[in-house]
């Protein structure tokens, strides 16, 4: 049984749940809004577990801190201590807790002086950027070696199926594989494309949109689906996903990737999609968001200028204003540049 390391909201002191209730709620006529209302559910839900985690430790560690106010408990030397007791988890998961805490508890306080909080935040994001995840380590491929994997599992492997199932299944993986590969969105982007809405298929080109709750920074993003990658889907498009829908009797859906029945594919069912068709492929488990850092390191390698690829192509927004229109109006050109730049590195093979 694993023992749980947060604090449910039903016991969570009553201080504590007024200040969440507070900065959650979305005010009316004659209440302000609370200091979190503007964030999108998906923030705030990771908001509240990184302070679940804060309010199980502190309270165990000094039981005293259930009658002091929220913000009074998150003294430096407190959060110098919980960073110890977190010493078994990865820098950046650590980073984040911090973070979390302190997001929360500034917003609910903010005349109070935060800033010792904020350097010890600052010193783990530092520490969490300088050190490289032990899960990730071997599992960074060049791209182009990647969008090659889609291609064989479409083709050669396809083909080489023992059944119409595991033939449409290989289709299926390879479409995603290659789509990943040229335009590396995250998970929850890519498990809610929808057709018709945020997969336009045209006779002459496959365009991807997202709108902007299905982005991270909150912006709407677009990009043309490079040719490789266009010929792969459009075959899934076309002839695999009506082929799966129709077993087991006609599903009503628009969602882009479906499971072997039809129904759509959840994140954890494409999570392990991805990683069984890229270990068999290359030898390598490489999840969906690996394939990011795999573009990000692609880019990087090849020179500076490919380098300022990197932040319009995942989406990465920055703090001016000027540089997040620039993110979102630079989306179609970055993937045809980046589809160019693939298919030079696949020529070079």
């Not at 005010?27 to 809004?33: E, M």
């Not at 290989?170 to 929808?194: C, D, H, K, W, Y």
Request: charged fraction near 25%.
């Amino acid at each position: 049984m694993v023992r749980r390391v947060s604090l449910a909201f039903a016991d969570w002191p009553e201080s504590d749940r007024q200040m969440w209730l507070g900065l959650t709620a979305d005010g009316g006529p004659l209440d302000d809004r609370g200091g979190l209302a503007h964030l999108r559910a998906t923030t705030c839900a990771g908001l509240r577990a990184g302070y679940e985690r804060w309010l199980d430790w502190v309270l165990k560690r000094y039981p005293e801190a259930r009658h002091e106010a929220p913000a009074e408990r998150a003294t430096a030397v407190r959060l110098y201590d919980w960073l110890k007791d977190l010493s078994g988890l990865a820098p950046m998961s650590r980073h984040t807790l911090i973070q979390r805490t302190v997001i929360v508890l500034s917003a609910a306080d903010p005349r109070q002086d935060w800033s010792l909080q904020r350097r010890i935040v600052n010193r783990t994001e530092r520490t969490a950027r300088h050190t490289v995840s032990k899960r990730k380590i071997g599992r960074i491929l060049p791209s182009q070696d990647l969008l090659a994997a889609g291609e064989r599992l479409v083709t050669e492997i396809a083909a080489a199926a023992p059944t119409a199932l595991s033939e449409a299944l290989s289709i299926r993986n390879g479409a995603m594989v290659g789509l990943l590969a040229q335009l590396p969105m995250r998970r929850r982007s890519f498990t809610e494309l929808n057709l018709g809405q945020s997969v336009i298929v045209s006779p002459t080109q496959i365009h991807i949109y997202l709108s902007p709750d299905m982005t991270k920074n909150g912006l709407p993003w677009e990009a043309p689906v490079p040719e490789a990658g266009d010929v792969l889907l459009r075959r899934y498009v076309e002839h695999i996903r009506p082929w799966l829908m129709a077993r087991r009797g006609q599903k009503h859906h628009d969602r882009l990737w479906v499971d072997r029945c039809g129904y759509p594919l959840g994140t954890q069912g494409i999570m392990e999609a991805v990683v069984a068709a890229t270990f068999k492929t290359v030898g390598v488990r490489v999840s969906p968001h690996l394939f990011r850092d795999a573009a990000a390191t692609t880019l990087s390698r090849l020179s500076p200028e490919n380098a300022r690829l990197i932040r319009p192509l995942l989406a990465h927004s920055g703090f001016g204003t000027a540089e997040r229109h620039y993110i979102q109006a630079q989306g179609i050109e970055t993937g045809r540049d980046y589809a160019a730049v693939l298919a030079e590195l696949m020529e070079d093979k």
